[in-house]
């Protein structure tokens, strides 16, 4: 399979036109806040987003969702759709309990800072000062490790340990054979996305509040923010209100095979609820204090091109600051997405995952189309969050379909339909992940990045848009 992805990266062809070889300047800054204040909550909006919602169940992309709208610190809409089991036939509600996978990292980068807040710990602290066994972090800080900048290997490289996700692993064998492997990188120097990096500050967590992290993540978070359906995985027994967890094999639902707690702390580990998440959208930035909120809602410092804030990746949308994450493990996947300046959250969770490599729901992208609904953009003003868009491209050229409309004449020039069968995009298999990378100004366009995972590989992507909103270039790398 490795050497068959291989011979695909080599002959994939580059779709970019002439202009993209031009010398990149520094990435732009950050446009000006405008504020906007969402309409009113209606009748209207609640059954546009229910046909968005069951849209995607008539369209067999998941057994089950539920979908909840926070406006000015309210719930003001949460649903469920679809069922919760397939076998007993129980549907979904509000109050269904899921895995929400790396939506975690929210909750221990804010663990973290509340034990800054508390002077217990500094984001500066080398992190060998609490966890002194992994050697080859003698220069990682607190803080590297929230921002993805530490440099710290892929625990899933690592020598001497079963790889297997579904079976248990303990801490000190994961931490004494990441230490007989080198860094990735100096730290601080680059962002790449490594759930070890939140495994480590949860081990850090628990050291300094000599508390396990459930029992921290409760008395410090949940029980705050009355977040009654909350724990974390092995903490306790799955409840009746658990969503069961599916994934799509040859075109048929089956339950999906769980993942160790243990390769999930502080990184994929938390169970909860619609209901919840809003509570914690509405409280986490009283929770924390507003330097805390800053870090957390900030990309890593000194790092150029970083999108990565603490546990949140840092956005724009039609100018506004759009902070969101999502997370998917075996049998779920999630959305939380936030305007802050807005006030206004999205929350998307399904029963099933695309981990297999068929098409299932993305709620990331029924996330945005839920957003289009209640907070929708000023006409003529174009959306610096092209999730959707840079999703809907990678379809398009998968399937040999292009919509010349959106493309500015140059590009549609240069983009011939025998130059979209060579890249034989169709041959990478299904979209498993989506990440943003950084943008930056080229030639007048303004250039999106993005790491895309697939089933049969990675390719780095690039988005280029015209001020007028039209696709410039697209570009697709192997490593």
């Known amino acids: 399979m490795?050497?068959?992805?291989?011979?695909?990266?080599?002959?994939?062809?580059?779709?970019?036109?002439?202009?993209?070889?031009?010398?990149?300047?520094?990435?732009?800054?950050?446009?000006?806040?405008?504020?906007?204040?969402?309409?009113?909550?209606?009748?209207?909006?609640?059954?546009?987003?229910?046909?968005?919602?069951?849209?995607?169940?008539?369209?067999?992309?998941t057994p089950g969702l539920v979908v909840g709208v926070v406006e000015d610190g309210l719930l003001v809409y949460a649903h469920g759709f679809g069922s919760a089991n397939l076998e007993t036939h129980r549907g979904m509600s509000v109050s269904t309990q899921f895995y929400v996978g790396s939506l975690t990292r929210q909750f221990t980068a804010a663990a973290v800072l509340l034990l800054a807040q508390r002077k217990q710990l500094a984001l500066t602290d080398k992190i060998t000062k609490y966890v002194p066994e992994l050697t080859i972090a003698k220069n990682v800080?607190?803080?590297?490790?929230?921002?993805?900048?530490?440099?710290?290997?892929?625990?899933?490289?690592?020598?001497?340990?079963?790889?297997?996700?579904?079976?248990?692993?303990?801490i000190d064998d994961l931490l004494h054979a990441v230490d007989r492997m080198p860094l990735t990188f100096d730290p601080g120097t680059k962002s790449q996305y490594n759930n070890l990096n939140y495994t480590v500050a949860a081990l850090i967590v628990q050291r300094v509040s000599q508390l396990p992290l459930s029992v921290?993540?409760?008395?410090?978070?949940?029980?705050?923010?009355?977040?009654?359906?909350?724990?974390?995985?092995?903490?306790?027994?799955?409840?009746?209100?658990?969503?069961?967890?599916?994934?799509?094999?040859?075109?048929?639902?089956?339950?999906a095979k769980s993942w160790s707690p243990a390769w999930l702390s502080g990184n994929g580990d938390l169970v909860t609820t619609a209901d919840d998440l809003a509570k914690w959208d509405i409280g986490m930035p009283l929770l924390l204090d507003v330097d805390s909120v800053r870090a957390m809602w900030s990309v890593a410092p000194n790092v150029p091109g970083s999108q990565y804030g603490m546990g949140w990746i840092i956005d724009q949308r039609g100018g506004q600051q759009f902070v969101?994450?999502?997370?998917?493990?075996?049998?779920?996947?999630?959305?939380?997405?936030?305007?802050?300046?807005?006030?206004?959250a999205v929350i998307v969770l399904a029963n099933t995952d695309s981990l297999s490599g068929e098409s299932t729901v993305q709620p990331e992208l029924v996330a945005n189309r839920i957003l289009d609904v209640v907070a929708p953009l000023p006409p003529a003003h174009f959306a610096n969050v092209i999730l959707s868009r840079a999703a809907e491209w990678l379809t398009r050229l998968a399937r040999l379909d292009i919509d010349r409309t959106q493309l500015t004449p140059a590009f549609s020039e240069y983009l011939t339909d025998q130059l979209v069968q060579q890249t034989n995009l169709k041959a990478m298999g299904q979209v498993l992940s989506l990440v943003p990378v950084e943008s930056f100004q080229r030639s007048g366009d303004t250039v999106y990045v993005f790491d895309v995972r697939f089933r049969r590989g990675a390719l780095r992507y690039q988005l280029a848009l015209s001020a007028d909103g039209k696709i410039d270039g697209i570009q697709l790398q192997g490593d």
């Open 2 to 61: 490795a050497n068959r992805v291989a011979c695909l990266l080599l002959a994939l062809v580059l779709i970019v036109p002439a202009a993209a070889n031009a010398q990149q300047p520094a990435p732009q800054g950050q446009p000006p806040q405008v504020q906007l204040s969402p309409p009113p909550f209606t009748a209207d909006r609640a059954r546009a987003i229910e046909a968005i919602a069951l849209g995607e169940l008539h369209s067999g992309s």
């Open 141 to 170: 800080t607190i803080q590297e490790l929230l921002y993805d900048t530490s440099g710290l290997p892929d625990a899933l490289q690592a020598p001497g340990i079963n790889h297997d996700l579904t079976k248990p692993v303990k």
């Open 216 to 255: 921290f993540f409760s008395t410090n978070i949940f029980q705050p923010l009355i977040m009654t359906s909350s724990f974390l995985a092995g903490d306790q027994g799955v409840s009746p209100a658990h969503a069961v967890g599916y994934t799509r094999t040859e075109g048929k639902f089956v339950r």
């Open 324 to 344: 969101w994450h999502a997370g998917q493990i075996p049998g779920f996947h999630a959305m939380n997405a936030m305007l802050p300046n807005q006030h206004v």
